[in-house]
């Protein structure tokens, strides 16, 4: 997907730069970092070489896209560093890491939201699969709580602050929206429909994104008949048309544009 969205920002004159992080994928570790790089700070690094790779080229100004943990790490990074000047998250599965929550289960147990569950339950596949044991009972007992949790918690956030983490957590990512609406800062959130991430993301803003509309420079799409990759080909072009249009947005008046595409780990790797 990531070669295709660079040929097809090529062909609208847009350049490029996609990269795995330090750890993922092709990218050698570095030396002190953690075994687990992702969903931490440590990848921001990564993403400010970039800056100042393309800073270095004179390309113009420039924007960041990611899927899953790259859209995370797009995020984060759009915090660390003003030189972004857009950013496009694809499916991001949370905005603040819960520091109770290891990066190496949460990518292993591949959670569902609570309308997937409900849809799994009352299917006979589903039947079979738990009668003959291959489900794991305990962990989507666990995954369903939490996320049910979080959603009495994002119900009255400024109340429940002091004896809810999932609250407190709500708060964090509302300030870190904030400080991109100060700046400006065009976000899109792109989301297939039936994706963990708008689970959390609807714990935030509401189940239809309403919440959203408080800063003015964040846009929400969600896609029907999608999967976590975004493959199908409609899916991709969505997510392909978003990118040019933050580039172009973002772009100088000369017309010089910039896209730097910081890629996420792998399928297997992100939990998707």
Same mark, same amino acid.
């Given at each position: ?39 931490? =700070? ?50 991001? &599965? ?9 990066? =190496? ?47 009495? *918690? /994002? ?41 963990? /991430?708008?689970?959390? &993301?609807?714990?935030? &803003? ?18 029907? =008949? ?10 991709? *072009? ?12 973002? /772009? ?9 595409? *910081? ?10």
């Amino acid at each position: 997907m990531t070669v295709e969205t660079a040929r097809y920002l090529a062909a609208e004159g847009v350049a490029s730069l996609r990269f795995d992080g330090a750890d993922v994928g092709d990218s050698p570790p570095v030396v002190g970092a953690p075994e687990q790089t992702l969903y931490t =700070d440590y990848q921001v690094d990564d993403v400010i070489a970039a800056f100042d790779l393309l800073d270095g080229l004179a390309l113009g100004l420039a924007v960041l896209a990611g899927r899953c943990s790259g859209a995370y790490l797009a995020f984060r990074s759009a915090i660390a560093d003003d030189r972004c000047k857009a950013a496009v998250l694809v499916n991001p &599965f949370t905005f603040v890491w819960d520091k109770d929550e290891a990066v =190496d289960d949460a990518l292993r147990y591949n959670a569902r939201s609570l309308e997937d569950y409900g849809r799994r339950m009352v299917s006979g596949d589903t039947l079979r699969r738990l009668f003959a044991g291959r489900i794991d009972v305990r962990s989507a007992v666990t995954s369903i709580g939490k996320q049910v949790a979080r959603r009495i *918690a /994002g119900m009255m956030p400024s109340l429940m602050a002091p004896v809810s983490k999932y609250a407190r957590l709500g708060e964090a990512t509302h300030a870190l929206f904030k400080r991109l609406a100060q700046r400006h800062m065009p976000l899109t959130l792109i989301y297939s429909a039936t994706d963990i /991430g708008l689970d959390r &993301f609807r714990f935030h &803003f509401g189940k239809d994104g309403e919440g959203l509309k408080r800063y003015g420079n964040a846009t929400l799409d969600i896609i029907a =008949d999608a999967d976590h990759n975004i493959s199908p080909p409609a899916a991709k *072009a969505v997510v392909r048309e978003r990118i040019l249009e933050a580039a172009l947005k973002a /772009g100088e008046p000369d017309g010089a544009r910039s896209n730097t595409h *910081a890629n996420g780990a792998p399928t297997s790797q992100a939990g998707g």
